[in-house]
């Protein structure tokens, strides 16, 4: 498996066992927000869920009565999602499919309900070709009446989180140091591993282009995973309710896709 695109975005130096949990680390707590929308949209529970990370949103899912394939493209990260999943309620295992592959490139053979890529992960891809590719990934898996939910930080929120970057405006790539930190249960941090995140800026009018161009069709538009309506500059996030649109990418998107 070739895992370059995780030493491009920075993900090779991040230290996985911060997504299991560490005494005082606060978790992400997504999975009753996703499952809401899930419960409203979707026409089915068989769920992807894309960079799946540790696997909190996964295990949520699947305990919510979802059939859930995971993907992650660090072996680490799913070392860890292995580990919390041993740690659950075993009448869930079966409805778990972990699965090691890139979002670029990956072919399951199968179709899904509803495909989730949140907690920011666009922003790692880093150039047009491999956005498209994951865009075009996501549409191929798509059932004719499934749903896709992406989530990204905002251009403001992206330059807002630390002093010290630098930026290509050509490439729009931030590159920045990225201190992996833990906190104990009384608050004190420590940092444990220095890395570097690389992200790429996802301009809205550059975002709404390579959807049309991949052939999605955008059905809510929210500022949250709490489906807040959009607003600009207020919202922190692009949270995009999407389908498949009903008349496919012209062909050379769908050869550009691969
Ligand atoms: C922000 S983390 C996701 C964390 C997850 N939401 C959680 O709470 O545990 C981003 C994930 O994307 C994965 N990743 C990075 N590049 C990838 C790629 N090209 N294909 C698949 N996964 C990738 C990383 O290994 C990492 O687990």
Redo the contacts with the bound molecule.
């Keep these: 498996m070739d895992t370059s ?2 030493d491009s ?1 920075g ?1 090779s130096s991040f230290r996985p066992e911060l ?1 299991f949990d560490e005494p005082g680390r606060k978790s ?1 707590q997504v999975g009753p927000s996703v499952l809401n929308i899930i419960e409203k949209y979707s026409p089915g529970r068989r769920i992807l869920d ?8 996964s295990i949520f899912l699947a305990e919510a009565g979802c059939q859930v394939s995971a ?4 072996e680490p ?1 799913l070392a860890v999602f292995r580990k919390r999943l041993a740690n659950s309620d075993p009448r869930i295992h079966q409805q778990v499919t972990l699965v090691h ?4 490139t990956f072919d399951l053979g199968q179709k899904f309900d509803f495909i989730i890529l ?4 666009f922003g ?1 891809l880093l150039t047009d070709q491999d956005q498209v590719a994951c865009l075009s990934r996501v549409r191929r898996h798509l059932t004719s009446n499934g749903r896709f939910l992406l989530a990204n930080k905002t251009p403001d929120i992206e330059f807002g989180e630390s002093s010290s970057y630098d930026f290509d405006p050509q490439t729009r790539i931030l590159t920045r140091p990225q201190d992996w930190t833990t906190v104990d249960p009384n608050g004190k941090r420590t940092t444990i591993r220095k890395g570097i995140e690389r992200r790429r800026v996802i301009d809205p009018d550059e975002l709404n282009r390579l959807l049309d161009l991949t052939g999605f069709d955008i059905l809510h538009r929210w500022g949250d995973l709490d489906q807040t309506p959009f607003q600009d500059p207020a919202s922190q996030e692009y949270v995009f309710l999407m389908q498949a649109a009903q008349v496919p990418p012209p062909p050379a998107a769908e050869t550009n896709q691969d």
């Design positions: 695109r995780l975005c993900w997504f992400r894309l960079c799946c990370g540790g696997g909190a949103l993907l992650d493209l660090s990260m592959d890139d979002v670029c949140e907690d920011d992960f790692y």
